[in-house]
């Protein structure tokens, strides 16, 4: 596959001090459905408006088909982007503003009329073109913004948060969507996101960031399956985190129990993190699990419920679709591959297990980081 | 919840909103609709307050001889040579205020928030001091002897014969209602999404285009509002002309106020009436050509 975008140790602060992009390197190949995931403030859309052009990089070198473009101005780039909260303009109809970059390439009449309106069948809003953008609904106003910024064929579209304020079922419609508009140009997309799901289930590539920094480079099912850190681990989907030890290949003891693993070349000894999925643990009676313990919450999600079980003082999380009661002692079974080992690195301490966990308090800090990111 | 709450609000403010309304509708009354009938009675009648037209007529008709540079006399029409005046210079001042005003708008709208209230501060100073004193101060600064000329000589420069041009009445004009351009404009753009700029730039504009393409559609209303607030107080202006230009460029202003002091009530207000009319119509035409642009739609 052919590279279309190179980052080369890129680094970025604002105030001089604290890097907001620290030391970043990165491929971006064509034809490619990119994810820039991360928390809030770490560094993605400061990514993206450097690629677009409205930031300059402090060092490092941004390349584009081989060329260094760093200080090449957005207009000259063959870039285009999809902005947070669409920015249509709102002098224009739905038309004008499809038809702004082909005016700004003083195409001929017919030409322009021709591709804005194959764009607009695209995105599904034909017969849309003499409405006024500020009489669309969010989600058409996102067509538009699409439509927008694809008509001029660029080599690359970057997506800033670009669901962000769409209700719940026309996000997940825009993201089926999305990706078929993907497949159907051939452009490479980048997207920025906070929400995991939608980058898994999306991308091509996910790009992993906190901090300022990339953590795991991967397709969906990599960074899912084998997260490289425990920040990862716990970014993406739920995670069981324990402190482990690592006997041998393939052996690992915690919570004072031995297990199979398909895990290799850690040194003899070595002290990790191990991460099991809570839909990967099995419940079986008591006297045939490996390691049992008290279930002390229930929740019923729809599609399994979610059950919280003190093992031993560590609270675990598992996902079943067999119905426990609260107060229960069961058993639990992890099969070799529901173990995934890691090395320990800086933030293995940091995630412990879900005796504070819960779903309520996840989603409001999520809206708070959603109004963060402004 | 708080939908709830704002729309249960909202109604039991209707009732108190028109009963707030009601002195502001009385005061609409008594001092803008009621003066504005005295005005036009005024102006279609005559001294025995009998209905005619002779005022109205005397402005389109009037005729008086000048004496061109050549030496000869011509004869012309007095009113509407003074009314043609009159436009041209508040025109010509309304265009220098615009163009002054807009990259100054334009610059304090994305300065730091600090700077930008520096700046409004600077803009309005000038409004403090009693337009008398500003006049007079222009006069000391545009004599053939006053600052500038001085300043000039000092360099070595050769002096410029300013006062008792047109232009020293259009400098007056612009210096006196600046500010009221710039505060229409200053507010629409510091409303404007910085995001809009930047899609622009993002979809192929240059820094030329952005402003062509974006910012100044965007702009027209602070335009419009701007353009009425300097245009029509120009265009009815009389003090300035007499200072500045040294009473030579006699303006519609100066024509009501002289009929005003001679007594003659009814003509000046023919006068007041026709110029009233012309800026009524100037406004109808801009709102509706503008409006379709702002719109957006075609």
Same mark, same amino acid.
């Given at each position: 596959?052919?590279?279309?975008?190179?980052?080369? +140790?890129?680094?970025?602060?604002?105030?001089?001090?604290?890097?907001?992009?620290?030391?970043?390197?990165?491929?971006?190949?064509?034809?490619? &459905?990119?994810?820039?995931?991360?928390?809030?403030?770490?560094?993605?859309?400061?990514?993206?408006?450097?690629?677009?052009?409205?930031?300059?990089?402090?060092?490092?070198?941004?390349?584009?088909?081989?060329?260094?473009?760093?200080?090449?101005?957005?207009?000259?780039?063959?870039?285009?982007?999809? &902005?947070?909260?669409?920015?249509?303009?709102?002098?224009?109809?739905? &038309?004008?503003?499809?038809?702004?970059?082909? =005016?700004?390439?003083?195409?001929?009449?017919?030409?322009?009329?021709?591709?804005?309106?194959?764009?607009?069948?695209?995105?599904?809003?034909?017969?849309?073109?003499?409405?006024?953008?500020?009489?669309?609904?969010?989600?058409?106003? @996102?067509?538009?913004?699409?439509?927008?910024?694809?008509?001029?064929?660029?080599?690359? #579209?970057?997506?800033?948060?670009?669901?962000?304020?769409?209700?719940?079922?026309?996000?997940?419609?825009?993201?089926?969507?999305?990706?078929?508009?993907?497949?159907?140009?051939?452009?490479?997309?980048?997207?920025?996101?906070?929400?995991?799901?939608?980058?898994?289930?999306?991308?091509?590539?996910?790009?992993?960031?906190?901090?300022?920094?990339?953590?795991?480079?991967?397709?969906?099912?990599?960074?899912?399956?084998?997260?490289?850190?425990?920040?990862?681990?716990?970014?993406?989907?739920?995670? +069981?985190?324990?402190?482990?030890?690592?006997?041998?290949?393939?052996?690992?003891?915690?919570?004072?129990?031995?297990?199979?693993?398909?895990?290799?070349?850690?040194?003899?000894?070595?002290?990790?993190?191990?991460?099991?999925?809570?839909?990967?643990?099995?419940?079986?009676?008591?006297?045939?699990?490996?390691?049992?313990?008290?279930?002390?919450?229930?929740?019923?999600?729809?599609?399994?419920?979610?059950?919280?079980?003190?093992?031993?003082?560590?609270?675990?999380?598992? @996902?079943?679709?067999?119905?426990?009661?609260?107060?229960?002692?069961?058993?639990?079974?992890?099969?070799?591959?529901?173990?995934?080992?890691?090395?320990?690195?800086?933030?293995?301490?940091?995630?412990?297990?879900?005796?504070?966990?819960?779903?309520?308090?996840?989603?409001?800090?999520?809206?708070?980081?959603?109004?963060?990111?402004? | 919840?708080?939908?709830?709450?704002? =729309? =249960?609000?909202?109604?039991?403010?209707?009732?108190?909103?028109?009963?707030?309304?009601?002195?502001?509708?009385?005061?609409?009354?008594? *001092?803008?609709?009621?003066?504005?009938?005295?005005?036009?009675?005024?102006?279609?009648?005559?001294?025995? *307050?009998?209905?005619?037209?002779?005022?109205?007529?005397?402005?389109?008709?009037?005729?008086?001889?000048?004496?061109?540079?050549?030496?000869?006399?011509?004869?012309?029409?007095?009113?509407?040579?003074?009314?043609?005046?009159?436009?041209?210079?508040?025109?010509?001042?309304?265009?220098?205020?615009?163009?002054?005003?807009?990259?100054?708008?334009?610059?304090?709208?994305?300065?730091?928030?600090?700077? @930008?209230?520096?700046?409004?501060?600077?803009?309005?100073?000038?409004?403090?001091?009693?337009?008398?004193?500003?006049?007079?101060?222009?006069?000391?600064?545009?004599?053939?002897?006053?600052? #500038?000329?001085?300043?000039?000589?000092?360099?070595?420069?050769?002096?410029?014969?300013?006062?008792?041009?047109?232009?020293?009445?259009?400098?007056?004009?612009?210096?006196?209602?600046?500010?009221?351009?710039? #505060?229409?404009?200053?507010?629409?753009?510091?409303?404007?999404?910085?995001?809009?700029?930047?899609?622009?730039?993002?979809?192929?504009?240059?820094?030329?285009?952005?402003?062509?393409?974006?910012?100044?559609?965007?702009?027209?209303?602070?335009?419009? +509002?701007?353009?009425?607030?300097?245009?029509?107080?120009?265009?009815?202006?009389?003090?300035?002309?007499?200072?500045?230009?040294?009473?030579?460029?006699?303006?519609?202003?100066?024509?009501?106020?002289?009929?005003?002091?001679?007594?003659?009530?009814?003509?000046?207000?023919?006068?007041?009436?026709?110029?009233?009319?012309?800026? $009524?119509?100037?406004?109808?035409?801009?709102?509706? $050509?503008?409006?379709?642009?702002?719109?957006?739609?075609?």
């Amino acid at each position: 596959m052919k590279k279309i975008i190179e980052l080369k +140790n890129i680094t970025k602060s604002f105030d001089g001090e604290t890097p907001v992009l620290d030391n970043i390197n990165l491929d971006i190949y064509d034809n490619e &459905f990119l994810t820039l995931l991360g928390p809030s403030g770490c560094g993605k859309t400061t990514l993206l408006r450097l690629i677009g052009g409205f930031e300059t990089p402090d060092s490092g070198d941004i390349i584009f088909l081989g060329d260094r473009i760093n200080d090449v101005p957005p207009y000259k780039r063959n870039v285009n982007t999809v &902005f947070q909260k669409y920015a249509l303009f709102p002098h224009l109809n739905v &038309f004008d503003n499809v038809a702004f970059p082909l =005016r700004e390439k003083k195409l001929p009449k017919e030409e322009i009329e021709e591709k804005v309106l194959e764009m607009l069948s695209l995105v599904a809003l034909k017969g849309f073109e003499k409405r006024s953008v500020t009489r669309l609904s969010g989600g058409q106003q @996102q067509r538009v913004a699409i439509a927008r910024a694809l008509v001029a064929h660029p080599k690359v #579209l970057l997506l800033d948060e670009p669901l962000g304020a769409l209700d719940l079922k026309l996000r997940k419609d825009m993201q089926v969507e999305l990706k078929k508009i993907q497949k159907q140009t051939g452009i490479t997309f980048i997207f920025v996101t906070h929400d995991q799901e939608e980058a898994l289930s999306m991308s091509d590539t996910v790009v992993v960031m906190s901090e300022g920094k990339i953590h795991q480079v991967g397709t969906s099912v990599d960074i899912y399956n084998e997260p490289v850190n425990a920040f990862v681990a716990d970014f993406i989907g739920e995670s +069981n985190i324990l402190d482990g030890v690592m006997l041998e290949d393939y052996k690992v003891r915690f919570s004072g129990q031995t297990f199979q693993c398909l895990d290799k070349e850690f040194m003899k000894n070595e002290p990790v993190d191990v991460v099991v999925r809570p839909e990967d643990v099995d419940i079986v009676p008591v006297e045939q699990g490996q390691l049992t313990g008290v279930v002390t919450s229930v929740t019923f999600l729809g599609v399994h419920y979610e059950i919280i079980v003190d093992v031993n003082g560590f609270k675990w999380m598992i @996902q079943t679709t067999d119905f426990v009661d609260v107060d229960e002692r069961i058993g639990i079974e992890l099969e070799p591959d529901a173990i995934h080992i890691m090395k320990k690195s800086e933030y293995s301490n940091l995630y412990g297990d879900y005796s504070s966990f819960s779903n309520e308090l996840d989603e409001l800090s999520e809206v708070e980081e959603e109004d963060e990111d402004e | 919840m708080t939908n709830k709450k704002t =729309r =249960r609000e909202g109604r039991v403010a209707k009732t108190s909103y028109y009963a707030t309304l009601g002195p502001y509708s009385l005061w609409a009354m008594f *001092f803008i609709l009621v003066p504005l009938v005295f005005v036009a009675y005024y102006a279609f009648t005559d001294n025995n *307050f009998n209905f005619t037209l002779e005022h109205i007529q005397r402005f389109f008709t009037a005729t008086s001889q000048v004496i061109q540079s050549d030496g000869s006399s011509k004869e012309v029409y007095t009113y509407l040579v003074i009314f043609w005046r009159s436009l041209k210079l508040a025109v010509i001042s309304t265009v220098v205020c615009l163009v002054l005003a807009y990259p100054l708008a334009y610059i304090m709208a994305r300065a730091e928030p600090k700077v @930008q209230k520096t700046f409004m501060t600077i803009i309005m100073i000038p409004m403090w001091m009693n337009f008398l004193i500003r006049t007079y101060a222009w006069m000391t600064i545009l004599q053939d002897t006053g600052i #500038l000329n001085n300043f000039l000589t000092f360099f070595h420069l050769p002096g410029v014969h300013i006062i008792g041009t047109e232009a020293a009445v259009v400098i007056g004009m612009v210096y006196d209602y600046l500010p009221y351009m710039v #505060l229409p404009l200053y507010s629409i753009m510091a409303k404007m999404d910085v995001k809009l700029i930047e899609a622009a730039r993002d979809l192929g504009c240059n820094g030329f285009g952005v402003l062509r393409r974006v910012i100044w559609p965007l702009s027209l209303p602070g335009v419009i +509002n701007g353009v009425t607030m300097v245009l029509i107080p120009s265009v009815s202006t009389f003090y300035i002309s007499q200072k500045l230009g040294d009473g030579k460029f006699f303006l519609i202003g100066d024509a009501i106020e002289s009929q005003y002091v001679a007594n003659n009530l009814h003509f000046a207000a023919a006068m007041a009436f026709i110029l009233m009319v012309v800026l $009524l119509v100037c406004m109808g035409v801009m709102q509706v $050509l503008t409006a379709r642009h702002v719109e957006g739609g075609k």
